[in-house]
T-cell receptor
Framework: EAGVAQSPRYKIIEKRQSVAFWCNPI?????LYWYQQILGQGPKLLIQFQNNGVVDDSQLPKDRFSAERLKGVDSTLKIQPAKLEDSAVYLC???????????FGPGTRLTVT | KQEVTQIPAALSVPEGENLVLNCSFTDSAIYNLQWFRQDPGKGLTSLLLIQSSQREQTSGRLNASLDKSSGRSTLYIAASQPGDSATYLCAVRWDRGSTLGRLYFGRGTQLTVWP
């Protein structure tokens, strides 16, 4: 069974630039999550989708971050404009349903200079 | 406020030792608790998932216990090996209706097993 796929794996941008990350969840998983993991900390949920609808985006900085999950499968997370404090690993995860076991992708390491 | 704390932050042991990693959480009304492993530069690998009705789960050399009343979970690793070296993360999901699904993570315990 293929796992959660993410791209790119690494990205370096200058502050005020924009960046986008892509995630392809495990086939059949209805719930998709984006987490931000700052160095030395545990992951923090940014947004959770159930199929193509947003369930929880309470911790998403909406002035600069946006995410979508068209057709209830793949998802993209965008940052525009980026700040230095956005440097982190962005992890995508999926699960069969809300509350069930989550499976994580390899993450995208973002460095903002 | 839901918080997850893990101690110690780092642990270094010789190969072959049995060890315990600790996780504590506020608010005992959890839905489930999940232990993950994270290798440097990689994503998270799920190790064990314990439902709120369970007391423990086992997988190979790993055993995770859950004591909701005291707000604690432990991950027991038997006969540790150098390949067990990684960061271990504890994550809790609270039963909060529409936010069911959000995992609250601790900062992790960085484990080093030396030969």
């Amino acid at each position: 069974e293929a796992g959660v796929a993410q791209s790119p794996r690494y990205k370096i941008i200058e502050k005020r630039q924009s960046v986008a990350f892509w995630c392809n969840p495990i086939s059949g998983h209805a719930t998709l999550y984006w987490y931000q993991q700052i160095l030395g900390q545990g992951p923090k949920l940014l947004i959770q989708f159930q199929n193509n609808g947003v369930v929880d985006d309470s911790q998403l900085p909406k002035d600069r971050f946006s995410a979508e999950r068209l057709k209830g499968v793949d998802s993209t997370l965008k940052i525009q404009p980026a700040k230095l404090e956005d440097s982190a690993v962005y992890l995508c995860a999926s699960s069969l349903a809300q509350g069930s076991e989550q499976y994580f992708g390899p993450g995208t390491r973002l460095t903002v200079t | 406020k839901q918080e997850v704390t893990q101690i110690p932050a780092a642990l270094s042991v010789p190969e072959g030792e049995n060890l315990v990693l600790n996780c504590s959480f506020t608010d005992s009304a959890i839905y489930n608790l999940q232990w993950f492993r994270q290798d440097p530069g990689k994503g998270l690998t799920s190790l064990l998932l314990i439902q709120s009705s369970q007391r423990e789960q086992t997988s190979g050399r790993l055993n995770a216990s859950l004591d909701k009343s005291s707000g604690r979970s432990t991950l027991y690793i038997a006969a540790s090996q150098p390949g067990d070296s990684a960061t271990y993360l504890c994550a809790v999901r609270w039963d909060r209706g529409s936010t069911l699904g959000r995992l609250y993570f601790g900062r992790g315990t960085q484990l080093t097993v030396w030969p």
